[in-house]
């Protein structure tokens, strides 16, 4: 089996948003939000998605959060911004309204 281990540093999150969700204690990660993308793309082909993505002015923000690894237990991991490392959940109850 694989898995994904994801570095939270990596993750582009507005500082708005982070300070938001720091304040009234939500992951960023469940948060609802719109215009985001997760490609899962072979190492010899990042280089160029990443490229052409970022040629693109919406995906100029583009970068490289994760990889995938060999993991027999398929867990979703994430390397903390403190160098730590958790299991990221699944998403349990309701993912916060969009307010448009």
Do not use: S, Y
């Not at 708005?16 to 010899?44: F, H, I, S, T, Y």
Request: proline share 7%; aromatic share 4%.
């Amino acid at each position: 089996g694989v898995g994904i281990v994801i570095a939270e540093d990596a993750i582009p999150v507005k500082p708005q948003v982070a300070a938001a969700c720091e304040l009234l204690g939500l992951e960023p990660l469940n948060v609802a939000n719109e215009g985001k993308l997760v490609a899962v793309v072979a190492p010899e082909g990042a280089d160029a998605l990443l490229a052409a993505m970022r040629a693109h002015p919406l995906g100029a923000d583009a970068v490289i959060i994760g990889t995938i690894v060999d993991d027999p237990h398929r867990f979703v991991q994430m390397t903390t911004a403190f160098g730590g490392g958790r299991i990221v959940d699944w998403l349990a109850g309701e993912q916060l309204p969009r307010i448009c």
